[in-house]
């Protein structure tokens, strides 16, 4: 089959590689239909995130067509299904606590101690990302197997297009995790840092929610006015100081609760950022929080703190003093995607979700890897790539 791989920093090629099989019972092989370009993957693509190694089939947004079965999946040949990134067993300690992406058994016992060893415990497994996390063949792909395929696919109704309902697979529920994870109340402020997928779908969540104001940050115009089409008010960071206009639009006590959507490669010119960025490049350091200082110091004293944005190190000149000083609440941590996808698909079913604004090219799989690079440098107007395998080259 033809597949995306990742064979170095900014080199990514589709190549022709083994078509999947089952292993366990539990399996099912998807033919993919739609797959989708996430913000997580330019981490990879940057080379960023350790533990991928060359050849490694990328991408962990798709959905598609079940084409065959173990015996113990629950899922028939025909039916079309989207696919959760987080790989869970359904079974587990964490998984009974419906903390799916906290997964126990999902990731290998012989690649646990990749992510143990950084963490304190080993990640579970997700697709298309990282041996850290298991070294999962992803979506971006024409075939790809799904473990546990009786716990995470959603089967969709033939009435709803791909287009519609792709997103279930991540950014949507990793949104709406995001605003459900700030607690909102009514008559709430909310500011949210960065206007990509997920910080456009936490926008969208956290109105629905019933918060009374949403303050997006960014700096491209487009992503801004996409922002705004939702009903948030917008920040440039470029032309305004961030910090000033957060207190003049919250009354000067603070915005409520903040959710950071940028993640671990935040842009700025602050020197902090600088630093962060040369350590990033030879080494020394993982991750830009520039996005998440920022945003710890504007919460209001009490308030709630949601980081959905990717983190994958360390960190320095990180403001714990606000935390403890401040009261602040923090939660974060990869999505429970298999919690919220009924819930969401019956919202888009409804007309209460829009998902389809989002995307601004589709290319065929053959073309993948001009697709990342657009989606990396033109990041204003190439706001959600999806391909389509088996399209013919445009």
């Given at each position: 089959?033809?597949?995306?791989?990742?064979?170095?920093?900014?080199?990514?090629?589709?190549?022709t590689?083994?078509?999947?099989?089952?292993?366990?019972?539990?399996?099912?092989?998807?033919?993919?239909?739609?797959?989708?370009?996430?913000?997580?993957d330019?981490?990879?693509?940057?080379?960023?995130?350790p533990?991928?190694?060359?050849?490694?089939?990328?991408?962990?947004?798709?959905?598609?067509?079940?084409?065959?079965?173990?015996?113990?999946?629950?899922?028939?040949?025909?039916?079309?299904?989207?696919?959760?990134?987080?790989?869970?067993?359904?079974?587990?300690?964490?998984?009974s606590?419906?903390?799916?992406?906290?997964?126990?058994?999902?990731?290998?016992?012989?690649?646990?101690?990749?992510?143990?060893?950084?963490?304190?415990?080993?990640?579970?497994?997700?697709?298309?990302?990282?041996?850290?996390?298991?070294?999962?063949?992803?979506?971006?792909?024409?075939y790809?197997?799904?473990p546990?395929s009786?716990?995470?696919?959603?089967?969709?109704?033939?009435?709803?297009?791909?287009?519609?309902?792709?997103?279930?697979?991540?950014i949507?529920?990793?949104?709406?995790?995001?605003?459900?994870?700030?607690e909102?109340r009514?008559d709430?402020?909310?500011?949210?840092?960065?206007?990509?997928?997920?910080?456009?779908?936490?926008?969208?969540?956290?109105?629905?929610?019933?918060?009374?104001q949403?303050?997006?940050?960014?700096?491209y115009?487009?992503?801004?006015?996409?922002?705004?089409?939702?009903?948030?008010?917008?920040?440039?960071?470029?032309?305004?100081?961030?910090?000033?206009a957060?207190?003049?639009?919250?009354?000067?006590i603070?915005?409520?609760?903040?959710?950071?959507?940028?993640?671990?490669?935040?842009?700025?010119?602050?020197?902090?950022?600088?630093?962060?960025?040369?350590?990033?490049k030879?080494?020394?350091g993982?991750?830009?929080?520039?996005?998440l200082?920022?945003?710890l110091?504007?919460?209001?004293?009490?308030?709630r703190?949601?980081?959905?944005?990717?983190?994958?190190?360390?960190?320095d000149?990180f403001?714990i003093?606000?935390?403890?000083?401040?009261?602040?609440?923090l939660?974060?941590?990869?999505t429970h995607?298999?919690?919220?996808?009924?819930?969401?698909?019956?919202?888009?079913?409804e007309?209460?979700?829009?998902?389809?604004?989002?995307?601004?090219h589709?290319?065929p799989?053959?073309q993948?890897?001009?697709?990342?690079?657009?989606?990396?440098?033109?990041?204003?107007?190439?706001?959600?790539?999806?391909?389509?395998?088996?399209?013919?080259?445009?």
């Open positions: 089959m033809r597949a995306l791989t990742w064979q170095g920093t900014h080199d990514v090629r589709v190549e590689v083994d078509d999947p099989e089952i292993i366990n019972p539990r399996d099912a092989i998807i033919k993919v239909t739609s797959t989708a370009i996430c913000g997580s330019l981490h990879l693509y940057d080379g960023v995130i533990g991928v190694m060359s050849g490694d089939v990328l991408g962990h947004e798709f959905m598609g067509e079940v084409v065959e079965t173990g015996p113990k999946s629950t899922l028939q040949k025909g039916q079309r299904v989207v696919v959760p990134f987080t790989i869970s067993c359904g079974q587990c300690f964490h998984c606590m419906l903390e799916y992406s906290c997964c126990s058994n999902s990731n290998p016992v012989e690649k646990q101690d990749m992510s143990a060893n950084l963490y304190g415990h080993a990640m579970a497994g997700l697709f298309g990302y990282s041996h850290m996390t298991g070294g999962y063949s992803g979506g971006q792909a024409e790809v197997r799904v546990y009786d716990v995470g696919p959603i089967v969709v109704p033939d009435h709803m297009d791909d287009d519609t309902v792709l997103f279930l697979s991540d949507l529920p990793t949104g709406w995790m995001a605003a459900e994870n700030a909102i009514p709430d402020t909310i500011a949210v840092w960065g206007c990509g997928p997920v910080g456009l779908f936490a926008i969208q969540s956290a109105l629905l929610m019933g918060a009374s949403v303050i997006a940050i960014d700096h115009p487009h992503r801004l006015e996409l922002a705004r089409k939702l009903g948030a008010k917008v920040v440039n960071f470029r032309e305004t100081n961030v910090l000033e957060l207190m003049d639009m919250s009354g000067g603070g915005v409520d609760a903040v959710i950071d959507a940028v993640g671990m490669e935040a842009h700025g010119f602050a020197i902090e950022n600088m630093l962060d960025v040369a350590k990033q030879i080494g020394m993982a991750d830009r929080t520039t996005a200082r920022e945003a110091m504007a919460v209001r004293k009490g308030g703190v949601s980081v959905p944005g990717v983190y994958g190190g360390l960190t000149k403001p003093g606000a935390v403890m000083e401040k009261g602040l609440q939660r974060t941590g990869q995607v298999q919690r919220y996808t009924k819930d969401l698909l019956a919202k888009i079913e007309g209460k979700i829009d998902t389809t604004f989002l995307i601004s589709r290319l799989l053959e993948a890897a001009e697709g990342y690079k657009n989606f990396k440098q033109q990041q204003d107007t190439w706001t959600k790539v999806v391909l389509k395998p088996g399209m013919e080259n445009a």
